[in-house]
C-alpha cells in the first residue's frame, strides 16, 4: 500500500485526499495554520465525503466517504516516510511551502503539483540554492485531475468535509523537471489512485506544462472582459440575481470572449513554437462553444456546445450558499501574476510579442489597483535569469 500525502486543504486538497483513500492507499493531508483552514471540523473524525456526478469518457466512479489516515499541521509528520507528496495548492504559497518542503524530502519520493504553474521550477531552484541533492522525482501537471468544488467544511455539527467532483479528466498533461525523470515517474504514479482512470501525456518540458494551463486562457479573457457583469450582478435590477452565482462558463463566454481566449492561446503558442517547445493543442472551434475545453474534458474531443444555447447548471459545479464570484477571485489575481506574467517573461527573451496576454496584464492592474508585472512570476522566481532560451530549455530537458 502506498503511502500518500496531500499538501493543501482546498478543492484540489480535498478532492485527492478522498480519492487516493477510497482507492486504498494510505493517505495524510497537511494543511497550514497560517492560510485559510479548512480542516477544523475533520482533525479528529478524518471525513471527507466524496461525491458528484464524476462526468468521464469512461464512465469511471469513486463515490463514498473516505476516512484518511491523518490531518495534520505538522509537515514533517505529513512528509516523513511518505511514498508520493501531492501538491494542490495556490501559486503564491509554493515559495513558502517549498521553503519548508525542500529539506524535509527523502530520497525516492516523488512530487506531484497539481497544476504545476511553474512550481517545478521554484522547488528545484530552492533545492538548489539549499544545496540539497535529495533525489526525488518532480512532476508538474496541467491542470488538476478533477473539476471540484469543496461544498462543506468546518461543519462541527457532522465532522465531515464534502467534496464535489463534476467531471474527471480521461488524460492530463505532465512532465517531469527533468524530462528525462518522466519514464521513472509514469512507472511509479501507477501507486496514486487519483491517476486510476487518467491517462498520463507527457508534455515536452515543464515550460509547454506551464503555457498548456487551461486555467490562465480561459478564466482571464472571461473574467477581465466581463468584469461589470460580475460587479453589478445581483446588485442592480435585471443584471443576474442573489438566488445564483456568476459563473464564466454559463455566463461570462460568448462568440466575442471565445475569438479573444483564441487570440491568447496563439501567443502561448508563439511562446511556445520560439524555445522549441510543445503545448497542449486548442482548435479554435472548441473555444466557439459555451463549455470550451472543460466540455472536451467531460464529454470527449467533439463535443461542441453552441452559444445559442444555455449551460445546464443541474450538472456544473455547485457552489456553497452564499457565495459570490468577486474581481478578488483567483482567476485574476493567481492566473494574472502567474500565468500571464510567466508567459511574458519566456516571450521577452526571445522578442515574441504578447499584445493580448499584455492587454489582460494592463487590464487586470488598472481593475486591481495593483502592478502584477512588479509581484509576478518571472525568470529569476524560476531561477534562469542568467540562462540563454537554449540553456534554458536544456535544463528542462536534461537537467544539465
Given at each position: ?47 471527507i ?55 524535509l ?16 521550477l ?34 462541527m ?72 457583469t ?29 475569438r ?30 459555451r ?32 457565495t459570490?464570484f ?15 506574467i ?15 496576454i ?43
Amino acid at each position: 500500500m502506498a503511502i500518500i500525502t496531500v499538501i493543501g486543504a482546498g478543492n484540489g486538497g480535498h478532492a485527492l485526499a478522498a480519492d487516493c483513500k477510497l482507492g486504498g492507499a494510505e493517505v495524510r493531508m497537511y494543511e497550514f495554520t497560517r492560510f485559510n483552514n479548512k480542516v477544523k471540523g475533520i482533525l479528529d473524525s478524518r471525513c471527507i465525503r466524496f461525491e458528484g456526478i464524476e462526468m468521464n469518457h469512461e464512465n469511471f466512479k469513486r463515490n463514498g466517504t473516505a476516512v484518511i489516515d491523518m490531518v495534520t499541521y505538522d509537515m514533517k509528520e505529513a512528509v516523513q516516510g511518505a511514498d508520493h507528496i501531492l501538491i494542490s495548492v495556490q501559486a503564491q504559497g509554493f515559495e513558502d511551502i517549498f521553503e519548508e518542503l525542500a529539506p524535509l524530502l527523502e530520497d525516492g519520493q516523488t512530487v506531484s503539483i497539481f497544476p504545476d504553474n511553474f512550481g517545478s521550477l521554484i522547488l528545484r531552484r530552492i533545492m538548489q540554492e539549499k544545496g540539497l541533492n535529495t533525489q526525488v522525482i518532480i512532476a508538474g501537471y496541467s491542470s488538476l485531475v478533477y473539476g471540484a468544488r469543496v461544498t462543506d467544511f468546518n461543519n462541527m455539527e457532522t465532522n465531515t468535509d464534502v467534496v464535489n467532483v463534476m467531471y474527471r479528466e480521461n488524460e492530463i498533461r505532465v512532465d517531469t523537471l527533468p524530462s528525462s525523470d518522466f519514464d521513472a515517474y509514469h512507472s511509479a504514479s501507477k501507486e496514486i489512485p487519483a491517476l486510476d482512470a487518467t491517462a498520463l501525456v507527457q508534455g515536452d518540458t515543464v515550460l509547454d506544462i506551464g503555457l498548456s494551463n487551461v486555467n490562465v486562457l480561459l478564466h482571464v479573457p472571461a473574467v477581465v472582459l466581463n468584469a461589470g457583469t460580475i460587479e453589478n450582478w445581483g446588485i442592480i435590477p435585471d443584471v443576474g440575481n442573489t438566488g445564483a452565482i456568476y459563473d464564466i462558463y454559463a455566463h461570462g463566454v460568448s462568440p466575442s470572449v471565445g475569438r479573444v481566449q483564441y487570440a491568447f492561446y496563439q501567443e502561448q503558442v508563439a511562446i511556445a513554437k520560439a524555445f522549441g517547445v510543445g503545448i497542449c493543442p486548442v482548435e479554435e472551434d472548441v473555444l466557439q462553444s459555451r463549455m470550451g475545453l472543460i466540455g472536451q474534458m467531460m464529454f470527449g474531443e467533439d463535443f461542441r456546445l453552441p452559444f445559442s444555447e444555455p449551460l445546464d447548471q443541474t450538472t456544473w459545479l455547485p457552489a456553497p450558499k452564499g457565495t459570490r464570484f468577486t474581481m478578488d477571485s483567483r482567476y485574476i489575481t493567481e492566473d494574472v501574476p502567474v500565468g500571464c506574467i510567466a508567459a511574458i517573461s519566456f516571450a521577452d527573451v526571445l522578442q515574441v510579442k504578447t499584445p493580448v496576454i499584455r492587454a489582460m496584464t494592463d487590464l487586470s492592474n488598472i481593475m486591481k489597483q495593483t502592478d502584477y508585472y512588479d509581484t509576478g512570476f518571472n525568470l529569476e522566481t524560476f531561477g534562469l535569469e542568467k540562462m540563454t532560451a537554449e540553456e534554458m530549455v536544456a535544463v528542462m530537458r536534461t537537467g544539465n
